[in-house]
């Protein structure tokens, strides 16, 4: 897969010594002519990068900041065909023009942008491809998991049409089409897009060179299988990357991605026995799903069979399609039991507060119930408070009575992204308690930042993620998982198996 490192910033330092010394992993280099300083000498630029390079003037009606007259293009582009890049990227509702008389077909990447997804998606690229540039960019907006079905649909289609093979570059832009980034280039042509580095991001959704890498490096060629991370903010979770590391420590061609999925219909048609799935319609076959918030409680129903602890906790986060059934399973009670036991904490007969009353507190309530535990739920809302402590034999009790437990464990988002949360802030805990955090962020998390000020001992929700990942990994691919990779893969130090 040739991947295509994206500049358009260039700071205070020399460009030509960041095009000298590229991105691990890239092929190709793209500069943004269009967000560059008009001072920048781009001929310069060009001549100096260590890797081909393409030649990108982005109009403002296709989501940049370059112009939108032919003048202004038809200049820009003449001048440009004398730099000697190995590509021109050129709009096709502004630069046709510029097709074999300036530019030389087979240097031309035609694109085209919108800001939401075709219906007809397919017969348009259809007509862009019947311009014969060497390749076709086609990149739609996607909103819904609808969206990501067509783009992943039209890739397909590109895969087995002569015509499109291997020069129909196409994926979604927002955080909900990053599946489609990771995907299709395993489908139509093999070319990805992505930001220079963390800081380069110059579109929702779009990948660094090092994230690309992490997520689907170990790929030579369309995955064998492709496994997802369902949520409202899957984007967010690390479990692709997690898993996608595991995978490359035993060479496995498999695919981990994230699947933004806003309504339960959505997570019907994702959730289905093998082979009658949403991406096994596309021609992806799947090999199973972790489930994150807020669809664990959700994607039990859909299950024909359930692990009796996730029967227990009416939630699942891992899901496996097979023959005829949809089978689930609650890892996150080897999470929550792992962390707990690796903190030092007897867990029979010990108190321990949850908070919340979702799918992830039903989870952390069953692994307390099975080793023996006092359990108290501790939630914002009373009578789904009363009632969760009902079902599960537990107490209920307020933020500001829990002076006797040994361990809390936060099992709702609040906090996980730094910000202050009122409900967490009344905590009354005792000094030395165990903290456990389920959700996780990039920063310190809110929970993280009381448990430094109030002397409590704190678990990261990414070790959670960690230990019950490997049992869903187990679950999902019936192989010893590789432990050590997934905690590197997480920031973490090596977990013992």
Same mark, same amino acid.
């Given at each position: 897969?040739?991947?295509?490192?994206?500049?358009?910033?260039?700071?205070?330092?020399?460009?030509?010594?960041?095009?000298?010394?590229?991105?691990?992993?890239?092929?190709?280099?793209?500069?943004?002519?269009?967000?560059?300083?008009?001072?920048?000498?781009?001929?310069?630029? /060009?001549?100096?990068?260590?890797?081909?390079?393409?030649?990108?003037?982005?109009?403002?009606?296709?989501?940049?900041?370059?112009?939108?007259?032919?003048?202004?293009?038809?200049? @820009?582009?003449?001048?440009?065909?004398?730099?000697?890049?190995?590509?021109?990227?050129?709009?096709?509702?502004?630069?046709?023009?510029?097709?074999?008389?300036?530019?030389?077909?087979?240097?031309?990447?035609?694109?085209?942008?919108?800001?939401?997804?075709?219906?007809?998606?397919?017969?348009?690229?259809?007509?862009?491809?019947?311009?014969?540039?060497?390749?076709?960019?086609?990149?739609?907006?996607?909103?819904?998991?609808?969206? /990501?079905?067509?783009?992943?649909?039209?890739?397909?289609?590109?895969?087995?049409?002569?015509?499109?093979?291997?020069?129909?570059?196409?994926?979604?832009?927002?955080?909900?089409?990053?599946?489609?980034?990771?995907?299709?280039?395993?489908?139509?042509?093999?070319?990805?897009?992505?930001?220079?580095?963390?800081?380069?991001?110059?579109?929702?959704?779009?990948?660094?060179?090092?994230?690309?890498?992490?997520?689907?490096?170990?790929?030579?060629?369309?995955?064998?299988?492709?496994?997802?991370?369902?949520?409202?903010?899957?984007?967010?979770?690390?479990?692709?990357?997690?898993?996608?590391?595991? @995978?490359?420590?035993?060479?496995?061609?498999?695919?981990?991605?994230?699947?933004?999925?806003?309504?339960?219909?959505?997570?019907?048609?994702?959730?289905?026995?093998?082979?009658?799935?949403?991406?096994?319609?596309?021609?992806?076959?799947?090999?199973?799903?972790?489930?994150?918030?807020?669809?664990?409680?959700?994607?039990?129903?859909?299950?024909?069979?359930?692990?009796?602890?996730?029967?227990?906790?009416?939630?699942?986060?891992?899901?496996?399609?097979?023959?005829?059934?949809?089978?689930?399973?609650?890892?996150?009670?080897?999470?929550?039991?792992?962390?707990?036991?690796?903190?030092?904490?007897?867990?029979?007969?010990?108190?321990?507060?949850?908070?919340?009353?979702?799918?992830?507190?039903?989870?952390?309530?069953?692994?307390?119930?099975?080793?023996?535990?006092?359990?108290?739920?501790?939630?914002?809302?009373?009578?789904?408070?009363?009632?969760?402590?009902?079902? @599960?034999?537990?107490?209920?009790?307020?933020?500001?009575?829990?002076?006797?437990?040994?361990?809390?464990?936060?099992?709702?988002?609040?906090?996980?992204?730094?910000?202050?949360?009122?409900?967490?802030?009344?905590?009354?805990?005792?000094?030395?308690?165990?903290? /456990?955090?389920?959700?996780?962020?990039?920063?310190?998390?809110?929970?993280?930042?009381?448990?430094?000020?109030?002397?409590?001992?704190?678990?990261?929700?990414?070790?959670?993620?960690?230990?019950?990942?490997?049992?869903?990994?187990?679950?999902?691919?019936? /192989?010893?998982?590789?432990?050590?990779?997934?905690?590197?893969?997480?920031?973490?130090?090596?977990?013992?198996?």
């Amino acid at each position: 897969m040739e991947i295509i490192a994206t500049l358009g910033k260039v700071g205070d330092g020399d460009p030509r010594e960041l095009l000298a010394h590229p991105p691990a992993g890239a092929t190709l280099v793209e500069l943004r002519v269009d967000l560059l300083p008009s001072s920048c000498p781009v001929a310069e630029l /060009v001549r100096a990068s260590s890797l081909p390079v393409v030649v990108t003037l982005r109009s403002k009606a296709e989501g940049g900041q370059g112009p939108e007259d032919t003048a202004s293009r038809q200049a @820009f582009f003449r001048e440009a065909a004398r730099w000697g890049a190995a590509f021109y990227d050129v709009e096709a509702e502004r630069d046709g023009e510029l097709l074999g008389s300036v530019l030389p077909r087979e240097k031309v990447i035609l694109s085209q942008h919108w800001h939401h997804t075709p219906g007809d998606l397919e017969e348009r690229v259809a007509k862009l491809l019947a311009m014969g540039t060497r390749f076709v960019k086609a990149v739609p907006t996607a909103a819904s998991l609808a969206d /990501v079905l067509v783009v992943l649909r039209l890739a397909q289609a590109l895969a087995r049409g002569s015509n499109g093979h291997k020069r129909g570059i196409v994926f979604a832009q927002g955080e909900v089409g990053i599946a489609t980034r990771l995907l299709a280039p395993f489908l139509a042509a093999p070319v990805a897009y992505a930001a220079w580095d963390e800081g380069q991001r110059l579109a929702p959704g779009q990948l660094s060179v090092a994230e690309l890498q992490a997520l689907v490096g170990h790929l030579r060629e369309r995955p064998r299988r492709v496994y997802g991370v369902v949520g409202s903010h899957a984007h967010r979770s690390l479990s692709p990357r997690m898993h996608a590391a595991a @995978f490359a420590a035993l060479g496995l061609p498999y695919a981990f991605v994230p699947i933004t999925v806003t309504n339960e219909q959505e997570l019907a048609l994702l959730l289905q026995p093998a082979g009658s799935g949403a991406l096994d319609g596309v021609g992806l076959a799947t090999g199973g799903f972790a489930v994150t918030m807020p669809w664990k409680e959700k994607a039990a129903l859909l299950c024909d069979v359930l692990a009796p602890r996730a029967k227990r906790a009416g939630a699942v986060n891992t899901v496996l399609p097979r023959p005829g059934k949809l089978m689930g399973d609650l890892t996150d009670v080897d999470g929550v039991t792992r962390v707990l036991l690796e903190a030092g904490l007897e867990l029979a007969g010990a108190r321990v507060a949850v908070l919340g009353s979702g799918g992830a507190a039903r989870a952390a309530l069953v692994a307390l119930q099975l080793a023996g535990s006092h359990a108290l739920v501790v939630a914002r809302n009373a009578a789904k408070a009363a009632m969760v402590a009902r079902e @599960f034999g537990a107490k209920v009790a307020e933020p500001e009575n829990l002076h006797e437990v040994r361990a809390c464990i936060n099992a709702t988002p609040a906090g996980a992204h730094g910000e202050e949360d009122d409900f967490l802030a009344r905590l009354a805990l005792p000094s030395g308690c165990v903290v /456990v955090d389920m959700p996780y962020g990039e920063n310190p998390t809110f929970l993280q930042k009381l448990a430094q000020e109030r002397g409590w001992d704190y678990v990261s929700g990414k070790e959670v993620l960690l230990f019950q990942g490997v049992s869903q990994f187990a679950a999902m691919n019936g /192989v010893a998982p590789p432990v050590g990779a997934m905690a590197q893969a997480l920031g973490l130090a090596e977990a013992r198996p």
